[in-house]
């Protein structure tokens, strides 16, 4: 699938996946000043090939040099050039369960420009408390809070029953991207970008590859 | 990526992923005896196009007919005899921290095929305890638990720091599958088959894909 960007510039899905990726690979390397990278280092530290590093890093446009490799710090500056917005993405999670405690305690305060604002329950126990530092509301408050913080992205942590309807409620307040953890394909308009976050479609994969494919022929990701 | 089956056959991991999708969606109708469904109710369910869904089934070696469909109850049996094993696949989950506990409660006694049949954590206070129904053993017991209970797919829920560990251990004791939600790239022996699960790098997807692309011309999943 491909994504249209400005300037009549293209990139793949898979490819904007990985530039993430390359990014959190660099970032947990220990560097000094004028610490450079090679394609290949990426490369390993992300289980792709050195020849796909190099293809995705064209889009980002910072070119390093076959002898040097690529200046880490000129090219996490461009790498978040590209993947980021140029003020930070306000984002709000629903549902304050096991699966949105941990969301939301892997997300929040982890990168600059991804501001975790707000949660939400329709559980009065979880509302009004604070969870690892984000205060969750309730459902009825939905649209002054997503609207107050100018959330551009929800992510739902709710049972399937619920998904379709939490997704409905986060449109109409102006939400344009969601990431859904709920196990259900969801119906919304043209223009709302929709990901899902899948674990028993991932872990079906898993087994048949591990138990009933001949040679699972396949770069580990 | 395609996944070689056996009597040379072949399939996508796509086409995969999709197979799992249409057997949730089948599995949620409700259905009476006789019951038919046609390849383009399914791709409503999905989120795909109805040609994809008949390119999809024809590897699973049953079709149905353009006037009467699919016969639900066949096309079920037919999807489960392609994606499960003969015999349950024996899960174990390691990390039973808030994400932990979302897919213990999440997997456990969802799939006939799929047993959780054990967790482990590394802190002395979660062990020897029941979690929704999963017993939570010692990390020192985890070689004899696994081999005890023929352990095929190992799911890890720890943190990044650890997970590379973790996955050692259980590929040593004969694991064959890993599902990891660690934010991390794991090094294996060729053979072990590794998804990974990353829900910071979906969430700077849908980020960019919401806030910077002109126009985000993607199939709903």
Redesign the interface.
């Known amino acids: 699938?491909?994504?249209?960007?400005?300037g009549n510039k293209r990139i793949s899905?898979r490819s904007?996946?990985r530039l993430?990726?390359y990014r959190?690979?660099l970032l947990l390397r220990t560097s000094g000043t004028g610490d450079s990278v090679y394609s290949h280092q990426i490369a390993a530290?992300?289980?792709v090939s050195a020849a796909q590093v190099r293809r995705d890093l064209m889009a980002v446009g910072y070119s390093g040099t076959p002898t040097a490799g690529y200046d880490v710090a000129r090219l996490l500056e461009s790498l978040s050039a590209f993947?980021d917005?140029q003020d930070p993405?306000s984002?709000a999670i629903v549902g304050v369960?096991?699966?949105g405690?941990?969301?939301i305690?892997?997300?929040a305060h982890?990168?600059p420009?991804?501001h975790l604002v707000a949660a939400f329950d329709a559980d009065p126990d979880k509302t009004k408390r604070v969870v690892h530092g984000i205060r969750c509301h309730a459902m009825a408050d939905l649209c002054d809070v997503i609207t107050e913080h100018a959330v551009?992205?929800a992510?739902l942590a709710v049972p399937a029953a619920a998904a379709q309807e939490v997704a409905d409620q986060v449109v109409a307040c102006g939400v344009?991207?969601?990431?859904s953890f709920a196990?259900?394909?969801?119906?919304?308009p043209p223009?709302?970008?929709?990901?899902?976050?899948?674990?028993?479609?991932?872990?079906?994969?898993?087994?048949?590859?591990?138990?009933?494919?001949?040679?699972?022929?396949?770069?580990?990701?």
Chains 1, 2 share one sequence.
């Open positions: 699938v491909v994504v249209q960007l400005t899905e904007l996946e993430s990726l959190r690979a530290a992300c289980g993947l917005t993405t984002v369960g096991d699966l405690r941990a969301v305690n892997f997300l982890r990168r420009k991804l551009q992205v992510i344009k991207g969601i990431l196990p259900t394909f969801l119906r919304l223009g709302v970008v929709v990901e899902r976050v899948d674990m028993t479609v991932a872990l079906e994969k898993v087994a048949f590859l591990a138990c009933k494919s001949v040679r699972a022929k396949r770069t580990h990701r």
